[in-house]
């Protein structure tokens, strides 16, 4: 039982690159979520998906697209990155009880 | 719009002293408080906790207290020991919504 993975681990990109950060998790959760963390800042949502084939904005939502593949998949995907898009990138899940389990996270350096 | 904050950005305590980490949140339709750990270059733990209908709740040597009428939260670590040293957040959230809402976090420097 792995709980909640997240790859990679670290990313370096240039100003407008694109890429995807992936999310699995194996706790038979309905409910996905991705946060991003900056320094000194607690955890902001951007998207996330309340059960599989629906997904809803979050606090900063912008510059983001999101889908959830099926029940353990949630991928966030940056089309154009932005230097203010440099930060770390969290992925976690729930079930009804509310309690997320978060993943170990992606740490993004845009140039 | 609505938030979680924290009264102290860092707190320093020696071993062996309780800590006592507070939050506010402003939400006063959240009814349901969390606290997560989040160890250096880790993602958040679950700790304790709470709904509102309860004040106290207790756990392995933590216990979480609310304060509905002053909207405030405290995490408190008896006995702390060098492996509490983390970073602790609050975190609101109401009965059926999914979006949680967390604060900035305590960084809680144990000394031995």
């Known amino acids: 039982n792995a709980g909640v993975t997240q790859t990679p681990k670290f990313q370096v990109l240039k100003t407008g690159q694109s890429m995807t950060l992936q999310c699995a998790q194996d706790?038979?959760?309905?409910?996905m979520y991705w946060y991003r963390q900056d320094p000194g800042m607690g955890l902001r949502l951007i998207y996330y998906?309340?059960?599989?084939?629906?997904?809803d904005k979050g606090e900063v939502p912008n510059g983001y697209n999101v889908s959830r593949l099926n029940k353990r998949e949630f991928s966030l995907r940056l089309e154009s990155a932005a230097p203010s898009q440099t930060s770390v990138y969290f992925c976690?899940?729930?079930?009804?009880?509310?309690?997320?389990?978060f993943g170990p996270g992606t740490r993004l350096t845009v140039t | 719009g609505e938030s979680v904050g924290l009264h102290l950005p860092t707190l320093s305590v020696q071993e062996g002293d309780n800590s006592i980490i507070n939050c506010a949140y402003s939400?006063?339709?959240?009814?349901?408080f969390i606290w997560y750990k989040q160890e250096s270059g880790k993602g958040p733990q679950f700790i304790i906790d709470?709904?509102?209908?309860?004040d106290k709740r207790q756990g392995q040597r933590v216990t979480v207290l609310l304060n509905k009428t002053v909207k405030h939260l405290s995490l408190q670590i008896a006995a702390t020991q060098p492996g509490d040293s983390a970073v602790y957040f609050c975190?609101?959230?109401?009965?059926?919504?999914?979006?949680?809402?967390f604060g900035a976090g305590t960084r809680l420097f144990v000394k031995a």
């Open positions: 975190a609101e959230s109401s009965t059926g919504g999914f979006k949680t809402i």
């Open positions: 939400n006063s339709a959240s009814d349901y």
């Open positions: 706790m038979n959760h309905n409910s």
């Open positions: 709470i709904r509102s209908n309860m």
């Open positions: 976690a899940s729930t079930d009804s009880s509310y309690e997320q389990y």
């Open positions: 998906s309340a059960s599989e084939g629906t997904t």
